[in-house]
């Protein structure tokens, strides 16, 4: 009977590595948002933490720009398992439930403060709505508030009226026809083509995505509005985070809560960043004057309103949750 040889010892090691290896997981994490984006950059530091933290035990390869999958089709990929994890704005699901319209709620939250503390209440709902579908949400990070893109002064409420204004989501929408505009829902990858031919006059997002976009090549003014502040959610397929290994779940749970804190520390940095990019390329910033400021408030009520009278009470709870917290 020989004990370990060096042969031998060679082999077991080779053994266990494959072993090792049987249990590795490759995974596609698809997102909308290209590599320039904030988002992207924490997305794909989350995926290298997780990597190095598990030893490469779990691989997550990150799709960016809609690569893999268009922005309306993530989610149900991941439910059906076609890509193990996502990242989408999370305010494209508002048909789903009236919960996942909270953060485009007008006066709701105007800053980071506010908008994590209504994130803190959202949450847990957020939460159950996704595990009704086998999901589970890692991570929401905020966007830079929103305010409106124009290529003139806009300093009467009475420039809205006919507008053609490319909204990011249902609520951009419903705000925009409150004002008296016509809006058309564009993803982000599609604002340069939509400007170009001529589809749209005016555009509502924040900051970044008028950096990254290059806003300056078609519009001259940006009315730092302070609409809302909303999010973009990461998350997986539950069965495919639950046939990890528990250590490579927890990694990924550790990952996802530092990348958490990255994300809104990173928005606001690209808030200030995307601010003086604009400025440099020649976008002149202003907050809105009183008239313009008004008919945004009026429009604002209205939409938050019709939100009440839609929403169930459990989704109204949720907003006297949040405001209780404030205090
Ligand atoms: N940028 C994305 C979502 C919100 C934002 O600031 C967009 O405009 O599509």
Do not use: C
């Amino acid at each position: 009977m020989t004990i370990s040889t060096p042969t031998s010892l060679a082999t077991a090691v080779a053994l266990a590595l494959v072993a090792g290896s049987a249990n590795a997981a490759d995974w596609n994490l698809a997102t909308p948002y290209g590599d320039a984006s904030f988002h992207t950059v924490n997305t794909k530091q989350f995926a290298e933490d997780v990597r190095e933290a598990t030893g490469g035990e779990l691989n997550i390869n990150v799709h960016s720009g809609g690569s893999l999958i268009s922005h309306g089709e993530i989610k149900p990929s991941v439910r059906r398992g076609t890509v193990q994890a996502g990242e989408v704005f999370l305010s494209i699901l508002s048909n789903e439930s009236t919960v996942f319209e909270l953060d485009t709620l007008p006066g709701l939250a105007g800053s980071y403060d506010e908008a994590w503390q209504l994130w803190q209440a959202s949450k847990p709902a957020v939460e159950m709505l996704f595990d009704h579908q086998g999901l589970m949400p890692l991570y929401a990070v905020p966007w830079p508030s929103q305010g409106i893109y124009t290529d003139f002064e806009l300093n009467d409420p009475a420039q809205f009226q006919g507008l053609r204004v490319r909204a990011p989501n249902i609520n951009t929408q419903r705000l925009t026809e409150n004002l008296g505009g016509l809006p058309t829902e564009t993803e982000e990858s599609d604002i340069p083509t939509a400007f170009s031919t001529g589809r749209v006059d005016a555009m509502i997002t924040s900051v970044s995505t008028g950096e990254s976009m290059a806003a300056w090549d078609y519009v001259s003014h940006f009315s730092d509005a302070n609409l809302w502040i909303p999010k973009n959610i990461v998350f997986v397929n539950r069965q495919a985070f639950e046939s990890l290994d528990a250590d490579v779940q927890q990694a990924v749970l550790d990952a996802a809560e530092a990348a958490e804190q990255r994300g809104w520390e990173a928005s606001k940095a690209d808030a200030a960043g995307s601010t003086q990019a604009l400025t440099e390329h020649g976008i002149s910033i202003s907050s809105p004057n009183e008239a313009v400021a008004g008919a945004l408030q009026a429009a604002g009520d209205e939409l938050f309103e019709e939100w009440e009278s839609r929403a169930d009470a459990g989704a109204r709870q949720l907003v006297e949750k949040y405001r209780a917290s404030l205090q």
